[in-house]
């Protein structure tokens, strides 16, 4: 038995239609999947300037740690964390639900940053949660963080860091690690 030409024309442009219409259907579903990541992937992503300004003591306490000489950059990041203190990606920051407080300052230079008094990093943090913040209920952490970076030439650098992390544990200040690197 053999099929004529107009059946054979006819099953090659159903075949051709379906499947112009299957690499639509899933090119269109590729694009949506794309898009529908992006999206989302932007949405989780912080927004800038969504700090809160600075209070005024904060203000008069970076101030004052800025005028001693090799401090520069005296700055914070809050972030609002989870039960066990993991940080939420939020949009904006709440300090009506529990937060963390990231400090950081920038050393000029090798011999101020290896000079750093010792335990300075627990001065700050106690002066932080006692004045800067006043014990805030809502507060579960505090990082001080010490940066310094070594020119090494003209194209290399390597930096240096002190990280302090602290817990607020009842009304008292636990300090959890400190790291020197």
Not at 94 to 102: H, I
Request: aromatic letters at 14%.
């Amino acid at each position: 038995m053999s099929m004529d030409k107009t059946s054979l024309s006819k099953n090659n442009k159903y075949k051709k239609a379906v499947l112009w219409w299957l690499l639509c259907f899933v090119g269109l579903f590729i694009l949506f999947v794309c898009i529908y990541f992006l999206a989302w992937g932007m949405m989780m992503q912080p927004k800038p300037n969504n700090q809160p300004e600075h209070s005024i003591r904060e203000k008069q306490f970076f101030s004052d740690l800025e005028e001693k000489e090799g401090w520069t950059g005296a700055d914070r990041y809050i972030y609002n964390v989870d039960k066990e203190g993991k940080s939420l990606f939020q949009n904006q920051i709440r300090l009506d639900k529990n937060y963390a407080y990231t400090f950081t300052i920038k050393i000029e230079d090798s011999s101020t940053f290896y000079s750093l008094p010792a335990n300075v990093e627990d001065t700050i943090a106690l002066h932080l949660y006692n004045y800067v913040l006043e014990k805030s209920p809502k507060l579960q952490k505090i990082v001080v963080v010490f940066s310094y970076e070594e020119i090494l030439n003209e194209r290399a650098s390597m930096g240096h860091g002190l990280t302090a992390e602290y817990e607020i544990r009842g009304k008292k200040l636990v300090k959890l690690k400190r790291v020197k690197e």
